[in-house]
């Protein structure tokens, strides 16, 4: 059975830097095209970022050229490294598969003060 697990969220001031993590098991990152998303306070989930399996990403417009995503494939983990934080950044933070989704996380609270 899959599960992920995020971590790494926090209160950071705005231009702030926060890494996060996602530490995967029942599957293989390596091998699997993952997502971060996110869920700001009324409104909808969305994808943010994504790493194919080749190692390429794509972002969401609001984060290119701020946000990156990784992974760790010794250790089953994505992350992603926020930098030049927003106060609009502010939501809860999720990774899953790209496709297929898999049952969510807890997913992690971003909180960027102004």
């Known amino acids: 059975q899959v599960r992920l697990v995020e971590s790494g969220g926090g209160l950071v001031q705005a231009g702030g830097s926060l890494r996060l993590s996602c530490a995967a098991s029942?599957?293989?990152?390596?091998?699997?095209?993952m997502g971060w998303y996110r869920q700001a306070p009324g409104k909808q989930r969305e994808l943010i970022a994504h790493?194919?399996?080749?190692?390429?990403?794509n972002y969401e417009d609001s984060v290119k050229g701020r946000f990156t995503i990784s992974r760790d494939n010794a250790k089953n983990t994505v992350f992603l490294q926020m930098n030049s934080l927003k106060s609009e950044d502010t939501a809860i933070y999720y990774c899953?598969?790209?496709?297929?989704?898999?049952?969510w996380g807890q997913g992690t609270q971003v909180t960027v003060s102004a």
């Open positions: 899953n598969k790209l496709y297929s989704l898999a049952t």
């Open positions: 790493i194919t399996t080749r190692g390429t990403t």
């Open positions: 029942g599957m293989f990152v390596a091998i699997t095209p």
